[in-house]
């Protein structure tokens, strides 16, 4: 019995973290909406990788804005005692994902 529950605790650790990955979790969504569309095998295999690939690059893209910026901000800040942020969502949404940390992934699911 005590092994039942350990495999059932691991296939749970498993898919945790595998519906935690944003860009995972939207694909599938995207895959759930065309194939409730009634789309081509073929269209919702794209449509999967397409949205995956591009939650991606937008992350990417936020975090490199913000990595970017974040050291100006700083020396402007230091220099001149203004304080402020960064109004671009991309990097927003970077900043939140380093500040939610792995928690970032349930995010996604409050598009579901």
């Known amino acids: 019995m005590e092994g039942v529950q350990t495999m059932f605790a691991k296939f749970i650790d498993v898919i945790q973290t595998f519906l935690t990955e944003p860009a995972i979790l939207i694909g599938i969504l995207v895959g759930v909406g065309y194939a409730l569309d009634k789309k081509t095998p073929i269209k919702i295999i794209t449509g999967m990788i397409s949205a ?7 992350l990417f893209g936020g975090f490199q804005f913000s990595a970017t910026f974040k050291p100006v901000a700083e020396a402007v800040s230091k220099a001149y005692g203004v304080h402020g942020y960064l ?4 990097a927003m949404k970077a900043a939140t994902q380093i500040a939610l940390g792995d928690n970032f992934g349930y995010v996604g699911y409050v598009f579901v």
Not at 52 to 58: E, I, N, P, S, T
């Open 87 to 90: 109004m671009d969502s991309y």
């Open 52 to 58: 995956m690939v591009g939650l991606m690059m937008v």
